[in-house]
Nanobody
């Protein structure tokens, strides 16, 4: 019954920016740990950014300094701001409610080389 709906993906040139959104229903993002994951072509799904219930953030080394995870309690939405995008950032990005193991449907991000 928890619903996570990602949006904001698309095609962007290297060096560009995108902001992904994860709109949540039946779960409050401000009191639950949330994460952004990505699955690149031919690779395993990996955590790229996480935020704890207390607001502590963590990032994969590959995106540190370029990506920012944030949340908006009133909108019940988690965001992933992605700057200085690289071709290696290409993949399907998923939102996850960590405690419950719920996943969104994913949104495609493509950064051509």
């Amino acid at each position: 019954q928890v619903q996570l709906v990602e949006s904001g993906g698309g095609l962007v040139q290297a060096g560009g920016s995108l902001r992904l959104s994860c709109a949540a229903s039946r779960i409050a993002v401000n009191i639950n740990a949330m994460g952004w994951y990505r699955q690149a072509p031919g690779k395993q799904r990996e955590l790229v950014a996480g935020i704890t219930s207390g607001g502590m953030t963590n990032y994969a080394d590959s995106v540190k300094g370029r990506f920012t995870i944030s949340r908006d309690g009133p909108k019940n939405t988690v965001y992933l701001q992605m700057n200085s995008l690289k071709p290696d950032d290409t993949g399907v990005y998923y939102c996850k409610a960590e405690r419950f193991g719920y996943w969104g449907q994913g949104t495609q991000v493509t950064v051509p080389s």
